[in-house]
T-cell receptor, first 108, second 117 residues
Framework: RKEVEQDPGPFNVPEGATVAFNCTYS??????FFWYRQDCRKEPKLLMSVYSSGNEDGRFTAQLNRASQYISLLIRDSKLSDSATYLC?????????FGTGTRLQVFP | DTAVSQTPKYLVTQMGNDKSIKCEQN?????MYWYKQDSKKFLKIMFSYNNKELIINETVPNRFSPKSPDKAHLNLHINSLELGDSAVYFCASSQNIRGGLIQETQYFGPGTRLLVL
């Protein structure tokens, strides 16, 4: 089993749609959780950290379920500029373990 | 100003050659990393240095040797390049690793695209 699993997609959605990505992780001792965004041929950039209570940043909402070892990212009112690969990231001791990413394509 | 910079951006070389990739960060961070992203886009850590000290060394062939002359620089030297080394190599930095847990955002460089022929 992969340490961090994501549906690779692609998710093709129209502008304005709401889309949700899910991620599961295998290490129950993980303490830090993140969503990173990677544009084509670019470096990963932090989108948001994920907290136990859930957190929101504008159109983006992240949720964490420790019991199920499950993380989600919800994007509301999708924009063309949201098209990218979204990487679920979990710590394992002092390392970050990256999922292979979920590709999102927003079309007009 | 670029926060984390890498040189070169592209590297095309023959099998068996030795090459180096350089990384510099101007964020004042204590910790630097090397990651490899393969053709399937899987991003995996290779090495991590904290204040010039090696703290993470994943199962990487010993043909790969990182060197940190100071905490703002982490270079990667690769000996006897093989076809399977073709990938994008990302350098990253973060403020610190506290108590063995990663708390801080990691900032990535633009990547070095290595192609071994």
């Amino acid at each position: 089993r992969k340490e961090v699993e994501q549906d690779p997609g692609p998710f093709n959605v129209p502008e304005g749609a709401t889309v949700a990505f899910n991620c599961t992780y295998s290490n129950s001792a993980s303490q830090s959780f993140f969503w990173y965004r990677q544009d084509c041929r670019k470096e990963p950039k932090l989108l948001m950290s994920v907290y136990s209570s859930g957190n929101e940043d504008g159109r983006f909402t992240a949720q964490l379920n420790r019991a199920s070892q499950y993380i989600s990212l919800l994007i509301r009112d999708s924009k063309l500029s949201d098209s990218a690969t979204y990487l679920c990231v979990v710590n394992k001791a002092d390392k970050l373990i990256f999922g292979t990413g979920t590709r999102l394509q927003v079309f007009p | 100003d670029t926060a984390v910079s890498q040189t070169p951006k592209y590297l095309v070389t023959q099998m068996g050659n030795d090459k180096s990739i350089k990384c510099e960060q101007n964020l004042g961070h204590d910790t630097m990393y090397w990651y490899k992203q393969d053709s399937k886009k899987f991003l995996k850590i290779m090495f991590s240095y904290n204040n010039k000290e090696l703290i993470i060394n994943e199962t990487v062939p010993n043909r790969f040797s990182p060197k940190s002359p100071d905490k703002a620089h982490l270079n990667l030297h690769i000996n006897s390049l093989e076809l399977g080394d073709s990938a994008v190599y990302f350098c990253a930095s973060s403020q610190n690793i506290r108590g063995g847990l990663i708390q801080e955002t990691q900032y990535f460089g633009p990547g070095t695209r290595l192609l071994v022929l």
